[in-house]
Structure formats: C-alpha cells, structure tokens
C-alpha cells in the first residue's frame, strides 16, 4: 500500500489539501463553533512542513509519531491535541515499519479511534471527527477496498448534519447545531480522500 516515499507524499498533499481548504473549514466552525478549525489545522500542517526535511532517514512510526507531536504543540483548539493523539498513537502501532499494507491503515484508523475516544471523552453520534472515522474504520475493515471509507466518512459527514452536537463548542448550540456538518469530520474526511488518491 505505502513505503516511506509514498507515506511522505501523502503527508505533502495533506498538507496542501488542509491549507487549500481552510477557509472553508473555518466556514463550516463558524456556523456551530468558534471559526478557527481550518485555521488551526493550516498552522499545524504548516509546521509539519517545516520538519520535513528530519524525516530523512526515518521509519513509517517515526514520522506519524513526530507529526502527531508537531500538531499538539501547533494547532491549538480541541482538534489539535485529538488529531495529535491520532498520528502519535498510530506511529507508535507502525514503530520500524517502512513499509504498510491495509492492515496496518485499518488498524492506524483503529488506535486512532481508540485514541481520540479516550482523550475527547466522545463517543458516536456527538457530532465529532469519530462519526466520520469510526464509519470509514467500519467500511475499509469489512470491505478491505480503500475507495469504501472515503465513501462512508462522506456519509458520517451528512450524519452529522442530523444530530446535536454533545462535545465541543458546538454543544453549546444544543438543538440549533441540527442541520450542519461538522468541522472535525470534514477535516478527517479531506486527510482519508488524501490517502486513498495516493495510496
Ligand atoms: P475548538 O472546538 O477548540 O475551536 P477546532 O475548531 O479546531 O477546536 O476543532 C473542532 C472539532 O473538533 C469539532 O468539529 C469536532 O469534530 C472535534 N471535537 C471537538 N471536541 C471533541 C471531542 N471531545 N471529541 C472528539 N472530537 C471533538
Ligand atoms: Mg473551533
């Protein structure tokens, strides 16, 4: 599925794809939070740029694990430490690997999931990032066909527009959050559809 090279590559156009987007990102935070989800993540990715050049050299692990770092020290707000989590949790699964097949993305998606369940204290149907993760976990982990989870994290994003949000800042709204999507799921949504052009 993805050495190192490819593994970079897909990093790179995350990163071009969360500052491409980031307006409309921010958008979307405006609605039903406070705005700075796009702005947030782009500052993130931003400074994953900037370490790019140390991961020469460097295992699959490795580098998630220093990403997932550079994004809970950069991105702020409540999704910087959730998609932090995310990244150092699934470098630590793929700790020496240079290589990673759909089995490792399948369990990545896992530890993610576990990970941000634990640290956001979510669960689904919160109208969080895990109702486009946990349905995109489900559709590549029973299909084991990479276009399925974009597909069902597209899905978990239309879901979000059906529910109240209960965590996070859009919480506050209670009942007026119905009717739009979510941030978080969106922005995960744009990393997967990443994955999947890529890999
Ligand atoms: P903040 O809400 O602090 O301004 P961001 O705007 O960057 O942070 O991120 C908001 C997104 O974070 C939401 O759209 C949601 O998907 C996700 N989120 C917020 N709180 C939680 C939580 N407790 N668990 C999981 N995801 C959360
Ligand atoms: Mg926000």
Redesign the pocket.
Known sequence: MADVKKVIEIIDKIIADVDEQKLFLTEL?NVI??G??GI??ARGFDAVKTIEGTFEGKDIGAILKAIGMKLVST?G????P?YGTAFMKSGALLNGKTEMDMNDFIEMLQVSIDG?MKR???VKGEK???DAMIPAHDAIAASYEADKDAKAAEEGIEYTKTIIAT????SYLGERSIGHQ????TSFTLMLKAVQELA
Do not use: E, F, Q
Not at 77 to 80: E, I, L, M, P, Q
Not at 167 to 170: D, Q, T, V
Not at 182 to 185: R, T
């Open positions: 935070d939070g406070d700075d989800h947030n993540l991105v707000g409540a999704s910087g959730l941000i956001g204290k979510a969080t990032m895990l965590k996070g800042r859009a979510d941030p978080g799921a």
